[in-house]
C-alpha cells in the first residue's frame, strides 16, 4: 500500500507540472502577442477580421493583404506586394500548416492513446497507465521519443528514396485535413461568417482519392529503398492491395455522389439535414463497399497484410525508425480518421443532427454542435476500427485479392447502376 | 494577379522542367520514376493556376496515382537494375535524346506561334503545352503513353473553359463537354484501352495456362 | 514385472521366427528389458531387417535413433514401434555396432523418412557416417564444428575452438560485408531460372532466427517465387545446449532442473520422464500419492502449455485478443505451481522416486478445483472467438493438409499425429503413472488440415479437465490417508545397476522419451532424448515447400515447436 501510494502522489505531482508549464507558456505567449500586436500596429486588424467573421485563412488573408500590404515597400519591391490575387493559396498552405499542428497532431496522439485503452480493455489488459493521469500523456511521450531517436539509414539503403518515402506518405494523409467539412459554413449575404471547412472545394472527393492515391507511391518507395527483402515483399503487398481497392472504394462513393449530384463534400453533408435524408438509406450497399474498401485501403486488420508482423515482421516501414517511422505512423492513424470521417460524411449525415432542426438542443447542427455531431460520429467509426483489431484475425493474400476483384468491383458496378435507376425513377 | 500568376508559374514550369530532365538522366528506373511524379505533380498545380482544378486532379490521380504506381510496381518487380540499365543506355541514349530535342523544337514552335505576346489571358494553351510536353517526355523508352481519355478530358476542359477564359471549369461543364460534343472521341478512347486489354490477356493467356500446368506437376 | 517379461517374451519369439524364416539368420540373441524388446543386428544386414520389419511386422514408426560410444566400439540404437496401436511383442530396438574408426551404417531414411534428421543428429554428435543418406550435414552443431561431442574421447577446448571459429573464413552467406555498390544487395543475389521463357528470380529470404512467428530461434532459409515459397530449409541448433552431453556430465539428481530448459512450456512433463526413467532403471517402487500429485501437474501443465498455443496461433494467423486471454488464464496455474514449487517456469518439482513437495493445505480446493469450475467456460470463449470467425476458418480449413502416412513416416507424435487420424496417445499406449485408472478420450481429427490440429488440441483441453476432475475425486477420497506420503525411500545414493532401457511420456508436444544407459556409477553414461518437437518439425520442409507465405506461418504455427527442446 505504502508503496502504491507514494507512486499515485508522484503522478500527481508530474500532472501539476504539466499543468504548470502549460499554464506559464500560455500566459507567456498571450503577452509577447500582445505587446508585439500593439508595437506592429495589428490589433485594428485583428479587430476588422474579427468583425468580418472568424476564419482562420480569412484572418491570414486578412492580416497580409490589409497590414503587411499597407507597409511602405520598395519600390524595387513593389511586384512582391501582398494582395487579393496571390495570397489566397499562400493562406491555404498556412491553414494546412496551421490545421496539421493544431489538429492533426494531437487528434492523431490521442487516436493511439484510445486504441491502445479500447484494444486493452478487450484483451484484458489496462493499457497506458504511468505517465500522467489514466496514462493520458503516454503517447505524448512516445511521440517526444521517437523524436529524439537516433535516425537509422540502412547501408546499401537508397538514401534518397529512404528519406523522400515518409513525407510522400505523410504530406498526403495531412493535406486530405483540408476538405474535410468539421461542421457547417455560415454565409450570411454571400458572405461567410464562419466556416468550419479548410478549403470548400469543389471537387473535395476527387480530391480526396486524388490525394491518397499518391501515398501508394511513398509506400512502395519506402519499401524499396530500404533494401529489406522484407520491406520489398510488404511494400509489393501494399501496392497490389491498394491498387486493387481503390476501385471498389470509388465505386462506392458514386452513388452517394450521383444521388446529391455533387462533388462537393460539404454539399452532400447539407443534404442530409436529418435522418431520413441520410445517404446510408439509398446508397447502403454503398456503406458495406466503402466500409471493407476503406479497411482495406487503410491497410487495417483483417487486411492488415503489407505490415503482417507474423509474416514480413512489419513489412515496408521494417527499417524505419525514429522520427521517420513515427511519419508512418502518424499517417496510418491520421488516415483511419480521414477514412472514418469520408464515410460519416458521404452515408452517415456528416456533421448534420440526425434530428430535425425543430428539436430543441439535440436538433441543433451549427457552429460548436455540428463539430460535436461530427466527432462524435467520426469517432465511433473509429471505434469501430479499434472493435474489429481487437477481434479478427488476417486474411491471406490470395483471398483478399479474389474478395477485391471478384467480389467487391463486381457489386460495386451493380450497386452504381441500382441507384442511378432508382435516382432516374425517384427523380 | 498577372505578377502573382507569373511567380506561381514559373516557379512550377521550372520545377516540372528539371524533374523531367532529371526523369531522362537518372541513372536509376526508379529515381526515374518518382522524377516523373514530381513532374505531373508541378504540372498539376499549373493547372489548378490555370483555372481547371478538376484537370489537376485527374492529373494527379490517375498518372500519378495509377500509372506510375504500376510502372514502380513493375520496375520492382522486374528487378531492373543499374548494371543492366547502363549498357543499355548508351545505344538508347542518341534515339532518346533526338526524340526529345525533336518534340521540344516542335513545341516550342508551336508556342511561338500560338502565344504570341499575352500569357496570363490565354492559359488554356499553357496548359495545352505543358500537358503535351508532359506526354512527349512519358512517350520515351520506359515511361507510359498519354492515356487518350485524360488527353480528351484536356480537350473537353479547353473547349468548355474558352467562353470565359480565366473561371474556374467546373465539373458540370466538363460532363456535358464530353458526353455531347467529344462524345465519339471519348468512346473511341475508351474502346482502345478495351483493345490493349484484351490484347495483354491473349499475349498472357498460354503463359498462365503453362505456369499452371508445371505447378500441378511440382505438387504431384 | 517378471510376469510381464514372461507373458511378452512369446510374441517376440514368434516375431523373431518369422524373421529368421524370411531374412535369415541375421538377428542376433534377443534381450528381453522391461519395456523393451531387442536385437542386435550386423551394419550389413539392416537395411534388409529393417524393410522386413517395416513391411511385414508393422513396424511403421521409427522413434528414435540413438548412438552409444562404448569406447570398444560405437552401438546404434533404433527404436522401432507400430502405430496407431504397438504390436504384440511392443517397442522393438535394433542395435548395430561398428568399430570406432569406421563408424559407417547404412541409412535408413529411405525406410522412414523420420530416420533424415535423426542420422543427421547422429552424425553430428557422435560422427556415426550413414551411407546413403542424401544430406548428411551437422543439423544442431555449425558447419565448423570440430570433433563429435558426444564421444567419450572428446576434449572440449574452449580457446582452440574460440580461435578456430574466429579465424576461419566465411561462407559467401554469412559475409554480410560484400555489399553491390550502390545498388541494393536484393537484386544481385537469387536464383535464376528459365520459365516458359520468361526468366524469373527467386528470393531467397531469412526467416529468423529473429522473427515474431519461428516461435524461438528458428531460421528457415526461403526461396519465395513471388508470394510462393518453393524450397524450405530449417537452421537448427541456435539454442542448442548439448543437455545429452551435460547429463552424461552430473549425477541423476542433478541433471532433473537441466530438464527443466529442454521443453520449457512443459517443464513438469521433462521432469517426469527423467525421473520415470531413472526409476525404470533402478526398479523403484513410488507411493501412491506421488503418481497422482504427478498426473495432476502434468494436467495442469498441459493446459498451461497448450494455452501457449491456442494464443500464438492466434497471433500468427493475426488475432491478438486470444492471446492475451490464453495468457490470462495460464497465469493461474503458473500461480498454482509457484505455491507447490516456487517457480513459474522451470519447477525442478518432480523428483526421483516422488516429488520435493506435498500439495499445499486446501490446494485442491482453492486453487485447482476453483479453477476448473472457472477455465471451462474461459476455454469455449477464447475458442468461439476463433473457431466462429470465418476469417479464422478461411485461413485453417484445407490448409496444410498431412497425411497419416507422412506424420507416421516422420515420426510425428502428439496432436500432430492425432489431428491426422492416428489415434494414438502414449498415455493410452504405455501407461505411466496412474494413467490407466483414469477414463479419457483421444481426440483425433478428420482432414489433417490447421483447423483440426487446432482442434485436436483444444480437444484435450477438455480432455485434460476432466481428467483434473477425476483427480481431484481421487485426492477427495484419499488426500487425509496420504497426506505427507509424497517420497519414496531412495538409497542414499541413486546409482541404477547397469543396463539401459527406454521410457516415454505424453507431452503436449508428443512422445517424449528418454533411453537411459547405467554404467552402475552416479552419473548416466548416455542419455539419448528422443524430443517430440524435433522429430516433429522434420516434417515441415516437406510440407512448407509450394505453399504461400502466410500459409507456411499458419502451418509453422500449428506444429507448435519450442525450440529448447528442437535444439536439445
Not at chain 1, 91 to 100: C, F, H, R
Not at chain 1, 322 to 350: D, P, Q
Not at chain 2, 60 to 73: K, P, Q, S, T, W
Not at chain 3, 321 to 343: N, Q, V, Y
Amino acid at each position: 500500500m505504502a508503496k502504491g501510494g507514494t507512486q499515485t502522489a508522484r503522478a500527481e505531482r508530474d500532472w501539476t507540472l504539466v499543468v504548470v508549464w502549460i499554464g506559464i507558456a500560455a500566459v507567456v505567449l498571450l503577452v509577447v502577442g500582445v505587446v508585439l500586436g500593439r508595437l506592429s500596429g495589428a490589433v485594428p486588424h485583428l479587430q476588422a477580421w474579427w468583425q468580418a467573421g472568424p476564419s482562420l485563412t480569412g484572418l491570414v488573408e486578412h492580416l497580409l493583404v490589409n497590414w503587411v500590404g499597407a507597409w511602405n515597400w520598395p519600390a524595387s519591391l513593389a511586384w512582391l506586394r501582398p494582395h487579393a490575387g496571390w495570397v489566397a493559396p499562400v493562406t491555404a498552405v498556412l491553414a494546412w500548416v496551421v490545421l496539421i499542428f493544431l489538429f492533426m497532431l494531437p487528434m492523431v496522439t490521442y487516436q493511439i492513446y484510445a486504441l491502445r485503452k479500447v484494444v486493452g480493455f478487450m484483451q484484458a489488459r489496462v493499457g497506458p497507465t504511468q505517465v500522467g493521469p489514466w496514462g493520458l500523456l503516454q503517447t505524448p511521450a512516445d511521440v517526444l521519443k521517437l523524436l529524439t531517436k537516433e535516425d537509422v539509414i540502412p547501408r546499401h539503403a537508397d538514401r534518397i528514396v529512404f528519406t523522400i518515402a515518409p513525407f510522400l506518405v505523410l504530406v498526403p494523409a495531412s493535406m486530405a485535413y483540408l476538405v474535410i467539412p468539421f461542421g457547417n459554413q455560415q454565409v450570411v449575404d454571400g458572405k461567410v461568417v464562419y466556416s468550419l471547412i479548410g478549403g470548400d472545394l469543389n471537387v473535395g472527393l476527387l480530391y480526396l482519392s486524388a490525394i491518397s492515391s499518391v501515398a501508394v507511391i511513398g509506400i512502395i518507395a519506402a519499401g524499396w529503398a530500404s533494401n529489406n527483402k522484407y520491406s520489398l515483399l510488404g511494400g509489393m503487398r501494399s501496392a497490389a492491395q491498394l491498387i486493387t481497392y481503390e476501385i471498389p472504394l470509388t465505386l462506392a462513393v458514386v452513388p452517394s455522389i450521383l444521388w446529391v449530384g455533387s462533388l462537393n463534400l460539404n454539399t452532400i453533408a447539407q443534404y442530409q439535414d436529418h435522418l431520413g435524408n441520410w445517404l446510408v438509406w439509398p446508397c447502403f450497399p454503398g456503406l458495406i463497399l466503402f466500409a471493407i474498401s476503406a479497411l482495406s485501403e487503410l491497410g487495417h486488420v483483417p487486411f492488415d497484410l503489407p505490415e503482417a508482423e507474423s509474416e514480413l515482421v512489419s513489412g515496408y516501414n521494417v527499417e524505419y525508425s525514429g522520427m521517420k517511422f513515427a511519419m508512418f505512423f502518424l499517417a496510418e492513424f491520421s488516415n483511419a480518421f480521414i477514412l472514418s470521417a469520408l464515410g460519416v460524411t458521404l452515408f452517415l449525415g456528416g456533421w448534420q443532427s440526425p434530428f430535425p432542426e425543430s428539436v430543441p438542443l439535440l436538433g441543433w447542427d451549427h457552429g460548436i454542435f455540428a463539430v460535436g455531431w461530427f466527432f462524435l460520429k467520426t469517432l465511433s467509426c473509429v471505434f469501430f476500427l479499434f472493435w474489429l483489431r481487437a477481434t479478427l484475425p488476417r486474411l491471406r493474400i490470395d483471398q483478399l485479392m479474389s474478395l477485391g476483384w471478384k467480389i467487391l468491383i463486381p457489386v460495386g458496378l451493380l450497386n452504381v447502376l441500382l441507384v442511378a435507376v432508382l435516382r432516374v425513377v425517384l427523380g | 494577379m498577372t505578377t502573382g500568376f507569373a511567380i506561381c508559374f514559373l516557379v512550377l514550369a521550372a520545377v516540372a522542367l528539371a524533374a523531367a530532365a532529371k526523369m531522362i538522366f537518372s541513372h536509376h528506373p526508379v529515381h526515374s520514376a518518382l522524377y516523373l511524379v514530381l513532374n505531373l505533380c508541378a504540372s498539376a498545380l499549373i493547372y489548378v493556376l490555370l483555372g481547371a482544378p478538376f484537370i489537376a486532379i485527374v492529373q494527379v490521380a490517375v498518372y500519378a496515382g495509377a500509372i506510375m504506381v504500376l510502372f514502380l510496381f513493375i520496375i520492382m518487380y522486374l528487378n531492373l537494375g543499374l548494371a543492366q540499365d547502363v549498357a543499355d543506355a548508351r545505344s538508347r541514349r542518341a534515339t532518346a535524346l533526338a526524340t526529345a530535342g525533336l518534340l521540344a523544337v516542335l513545341l516550342l514552335a508551336g508556342g511561338v506561334v500560338r502565344w504570341s505576346g499575352d500569357l496570363a489571358g490565354r492559359p488554356q494553351q499553357v496548359a495545352a503545352g505543358q500537358q503535351a510536353l508532359a506526354a512527349g517526355q512519358a512517350g520515351l523508352p520506359g515511361a507510359p503513353a498519354a492515356t487518350p481519355d485524360a488527353q480528351a478530358a484536356l480537350q473537353a476542359a479547353r473547349a468548355a473553359a474558352q467562353p470565359q477564359p480565366g473561371q474556374a471549369v467546373t465539373v458540370e461543364q466538363i460532363g456535358v463537354a464530353l458526353f455531347s460534343r467529344y462524345a465519339l472521341p471519348f468512346e473511341v478512347a475508351s474502346l482502345l484501352i478495351l483493345v490493349a486489354m484484351i490484347g495483354a490477356l491473349v499475349i498472357a493467356r498460354p503463359q498462365l495456362q503453362r505456369e499452371s500446368a508445371l505447378r500441378k506437376e511440382v505438387s504431384s | 514385472m517378471s510376469m510381464t517379461e514372461q507373458a511378452v517374451a512369446t510374441p517376440l519369439d514368434e516375431l523373431l521366427a518369422r524373421c529368421r524364416a524370411a531374412c535369415g539368420e541375421l538377428l542376433g540373441e534377443p534381450v528381453q528389458r522391461a519395456a523393451i524388446s531387442e536385437c542386435s543386428v550386423a551394419a550389413s544386414d539392416l537395411r534388409r531387417v529393417a524393410q522386413w520389419l517395416r513391411d511385414e511386422a508393422g513396424y511403421n514408426y521409427l522413434a528414435l535413433i540413438g548412438g552409444i560410444d562404448r569406447l570398444a566400439q560405437l552401438e546404434v540404437v533404433y527404436l522401432l514401434d507400430r502405430l496407431p496401436a504397438p504390436t504384440p511383442t511392443g517397442r522393438l530396438a535394433l542395435r548395430v555396432a561398428v568399430p570406432r574408426e569406421a563408424a559407417v551404417v547404412p541409412t535408413v531414411s529411405d525406410l522412414w523418412p523420420a530416420a533424415d534428421w535423426h542420422e543427421r543428429e547422429c552424425w553430428d554428435l557422435l560422427g556415426v557416417r550413414f551411407e546413403g543418406h542424401p544430406d548428411l550435414r551437422r543439423i544442431l552443431l555449425p558447419e565448423y564444428w570440430q570433433g563429435f561431442p558426444l564421444r567419450k574421447d572428446y576434449v572440449y577446448d574452449s580457446n582452440t575452438m574460440v580461435d578456430e571459429i574466429l579465424e576461419r573464413e566465411l561462407t559467401p552467406e554469412e559475409d554480410h560485408s560484400a555489399g553491390a555498390g550502390d545498388l541494393p544487395a536484393i537484386f544481385t543475389e537469387g536464383h535464376r531460372r528459365d520459365h516458359d521463357g520468361l526468366v524469373t528470380e527467386d528470393i531467397a529470404i531469412n526467416m529468423g532466427p529473429q522473427h515474431p512467428s519461428t516461435h524461438g530461434v528458428l531460421r528457415l532459409r526461403l526461396s519465395l517465387d513471388g508470394e510462393y515459397v518453393r524450397n524450405v530449409d530449417p537452421d537448427l541448433g541456435f539454442l542448442h545446449r548439448s543437455f545429452e552431453k551435460l547429463a552424461e556430465l552430473k549425477t541423476y539428481v542433478n541433471g532433473i532442473p537441466l530438464t527443466d530448459r529442454w521443453d520449457y512450456l512443459d517443464a513438469m512433463g521433462n521432469n517426469l520422464i527423467h525421473c520415470l526413467v531413472t526409476e525404470q532403471l533402478m526398479g523403484l517402487e513410488l507411493p501412491e500419492r506421488a503418481h497422482w500429485i504427478r498426473m495432476l501437474v502434468l494436467e495442469l501443465n498441459r493446459l498451461a502449455s497448450h494455452l501457449v498455443f491456442v494464443g500464438t496461433y492466434g497471433l500468427d494467423v493475426g488475432a491478438a485478443t486470444p492471446f492475451l486471454h490464453c495468457f490470462r488464464d495460464r497465469e493461474m496455474i503458473l500461480d498454482m505451481f509457484e505455491l507447490l514449487c516456487g517457480a513459474r517456469l522451470t519447477y525442478n518439482y518432480i523428483r526421483i522416486g516422488g516429488v520435493s513437495a506435498d500439495l499445499p493445505r486446501n490446494f485442491l480446493a482453492d486453487r485447482v478445483e476453483s479453477f476448473l469450475d472457472y477455465f471451462p467456460a474461459r476455454l469455449t470463449e477464447v475458442d468461439n472467438l476463433l473457431t466462429g470467425n470465418e476469417v479464422f476458418r478461411q485461413r485453417t480449413i484445407g490448409v496444410g493438409v498431412w497425411s497419416a502416412a507422412d506424420c507416421i513416416g516422420y515420426g510425428l507424435t502428439g496432436p500432430l499425429l492425432r489431428a491426422s487420424g492416428v489415434r494414438r496417445d502414449v498415455r493410452k499406449a504405455y501407461p505411466y503413472a496412474r494413467y490407466d485408472q483414469l477414463t479419457f478420450e483421444v481426440p483425433v481429427g478428420e482432414r489433417g488440415d490447421c483447423m483440426d490440429r487446432y482442434l485436436v488440441r483444444v480437444a484435450e483441453m477438455h480432455q485434460s479437465i476432466s481428467l483434473l476432475r477425476q483427480i481431484c475425486a481421487w485426492f477427495r477420497e484419499h488426500d487425509a490417508a496420504t497426506r505427507g506420503d509424497f517420497q519414496g525411500r531412495l538409497p542414499k545414493s541413486i546409482k541404477p545397476p547397469a543396463s539401459e532401457t527406454y521410457t516415454a511420456i505424453e507431452t503436449p508436444r508428443g512422445e517424449l522419451g528418454i533411453w537411459m544407459v547405467s554404467d552402475g556409477s552416479e552419473q548416466p553414461y548416455r542419455c539419448k532424448i528422443r524430443r517430440p518437437s524435433f522429430c516433429n518439425l522434420s516434417l515441415f520442409p516437406k510440407v512448407g515447400s509450394d505453399q504461400k507465405v502466410a500459409d507456411l506461418i499458419a502451418i509453422l504455427g500449428t506444429t507448435d515447436i519450442v525450440m529448447g527442446e528442437v535444439d536439445g
